[in-house]
C-alpha cells in the first residue's frame, strides 16, 4: 500500500516537473568528459548491444568511468557482475546523466527527460526490423497512447540522438523513415553478435554456459522466442502472453532428447508455471542476455521477434511458429518485406507442424534455400568486430 501511494506521488505531474528542471539545471554544468551511463531495455538488463560496447571499451580502455543505469526491480540482474550501478530516476542518477558527457541506451528514455546540449547520445537499438515500427505504423494499438501521440513522442525521442547503429543497409532505411533519423548512422553490423562470431563452435564456452543453466550435456537445446502483441495487455508496459505452443505434446515426443528454454520478450509481464514439464521446459525470461542462449541452442522457434535475424549468424535452423499471421500482418503491424516467401525457415501454425519440422531436421533436413540470401542481405556486416568499430566512430573519432 505504502509503495503504490510513493509510486503515484513520484509520477505526479508537478514532480516530473520539478524533476525536469533539476535536470536542466544540472544539465548546465560542465561535462564529465570520461563519463558514460548505460542502459538496456529500461534498465532491466545487463545486456544487448550496450553490454558489448561496455566490455570493449572496459577491456581496451579503461579510463571512461561508466555507471548502468537499473530499474531497482531488477537490480538482482547486475549482482556479481563488476559494475557500477545507479537506480534509475533516482537523484543520484539525474547528476550522473546530466553531466555525463555519453548516453549508451538501446530503447527510447521517457519523452519528460531532457537531453543536455553537449551530451552525445549513442542509441544502438536492439534489432534488425521486420514489423512496422513508429513513423511507418499505419495504426497504433499499444495501451495508453494514440497513433499520433505514439509517433510524436518517437519522433521527439530520436531527435535527441546523436548516432544511431544500423546492423545492415536495409536496416539504415528503413530507420531514417520509420524514426526520422538525419545524424550519423554507424552501419556496423551490431555490437551483440561479435560474442556469437567469436564464439561459435567453442565446446568450452556452450558447455560452460549449460552447466550454469544445469542443462544435461546429452540433451539438444530448443530455444523458444517470441515477441509480445501490441493488442494483449495488461497496462502501459505490461503485456500478455498467450502460449500456443502445446508444450505437454512436445514433451511427449521430445523430452528424452531435448530441452525448451522459453524466453519471453522483455515487455511481457507473464511469469509462466512450468513445474508440470520439469526437466524439459525451463524459463529463461530473466536470463541476462539472450547471446548466451543463442549460443546453445540447435533450433530457434520464433515468430516475428528480431531475434530470428541474429541467430541466423549461427546458420542454424530455424521454424517460425505464426499462428496469428493473418491478424499481426493485416491489423498489428505490417512487415516490411514478404515475410512469408523470404524468411529463413519455414512457417507453421499448429504445435503438430513444429514437431514435424523438428523431425525433419532430425532426419538431417538442410537449411532452407532462402537462408543463403537472406544471410546475406541481413548479416553480412557482422564479423566479430561491430563494437570496436562502434567505439572508434563514437569515443575516439
Known amino acids: 500500500m505504502i509503495r503504490k501511494l510513493l509510486t503515484k506521488v513520484k509520477r505526479h505531474r508537478w514532480i516530473k516537473k520539478a524533476y525536469q528542471l533539476a535536470f536542466k539545471i544540472v544539465g548546465l554544468l560542465p561535462k564529465k568528459n570520461n563519463l558514460i551511463i548505460f542502459e538496456s531495455f529500461l534498465g532491466k538488463q545487463f545486456s544487448c548491444n550496450p553490454r558489448s560496447i561496455y566490455e570493449y ?16 526491480r531488477y537490480s538482482a540482474s547486475f549482482q556479481n557482475k563488476g559494475v557500477k550501478t545507479i537506480n534509475r530516476f533516482s537523484i543520484q542518477w539525474l547528476f550522473k546523466m546530466a553531466r555525463a558527457k555519453y548516453w ?36 497504433v494499438h499499444m495501451p495508453g497512447t494514440d497513433t499520433d501521440r505514439y509517433k510524436r513522442n518517437f519522433l521527439n525521442e530520436s531527435g535527441k540522438w546523436d548516432y544511431l547503429i544500423s546492423p545492415n543497409r536495409y536496416s539504415t532505411d528503413i530507420f531514417r523513415s520509420a524514426f ?7 552501419e556496423s553490423g551490431y555490437p551483440r553478435n561479435d560474442f556469437l562470431l567469436l564464439n561459435n563452435g567453442n565446446e568450452a564456452v556452450i558447455n560452460g554456459i549449460k552447466e550454469k543453466l544445469k542443462i544435461p550435456p546429452n540433451k539438444k537445446v530448443i530455444l523458444y522466442a517470441p515477441t509480445w502483441r501490441d493488442n494483449e495487455y495488461y497496462s502501459v508496459g505490461k503485456y500478455k502472453f498467450n502460449l500456443k505452443l502445446d508444450l505437454e505434446k512436445m514433451k511427449k515426443e521430445l523430452g528424452n532428447q531435448y530441452i525448451i528454454l522459453m524466453r519471453m520478450h522483455y515487455l511481457i509481464a507473464e511469469n509462466m508455471d512450468l513445474s508440470m514439464y520439469e526437466g524439459f521446459a525451463k524459463d529463461v525470461s530473466s536470463y541476462e542476455d539472450i547471446r548466451e542462449l543463442y549460443l546453445i541452442s540447435d533450433i530457434l522457434i520464433t515468430d516475428y521477434s528480431s531475434v530470428f535475424f541474429d541467430y541466423g549468424n549461427l546458420k542454424r535452423p530455424m521454424i517460425f511458429f505464426t499462428y496469428d499471421i493473418d491478424n499481426y500482418r493485416d491489423q498489428l503491424r505490417g512487415f516490411y518485406f514478404d515475410f512469408e516467401k523470404e524468411a529463413p525457415g519455414p512457417l507453421v501454425k499448429t504445435t503438430s507442424e513444429v514437431l514435424k519440422e523438428i523431425r525433419l531436421i532430425e532426419e538431417g533436413k538442410m537449411l532452407d534455400e532462402s537462408f543463403e540470401p537472406f544471410f546475406n542481405r ?7 568486430t561491430s563494437s570496436r568499430q562502434v567505439v572508434m566512430e563514437v569515443f575516439k573519432r
Open 57 to 72: 571499451l572496459e577491456a581496451n580502455y579503461p579510463d571512461y568511468e561508466m555507471y548502468w543505469s537499473v530499474d531497482p
Open 180 to 186: 526520422g533519423f538525419d545524424k550519423d548512422m554507424i
Open 378 to 384: 541481413f548479416c553480412y556486416l557482422e564479423k566479430g
Open 104 to 139: 549508451v541506451f538501446n530503447s527510447r528514455t521517457p519523452s519528460w527527460i531532457p537531453k543536455p546540449k553537449n551530451t552525445i547520445y549513442l542509441q544502438t537499438w536492439h534489432g534488425t526490423p521486420l514489423k512496422k515500427l513508429a513513423a511507418d505504423m499505419e495504426e
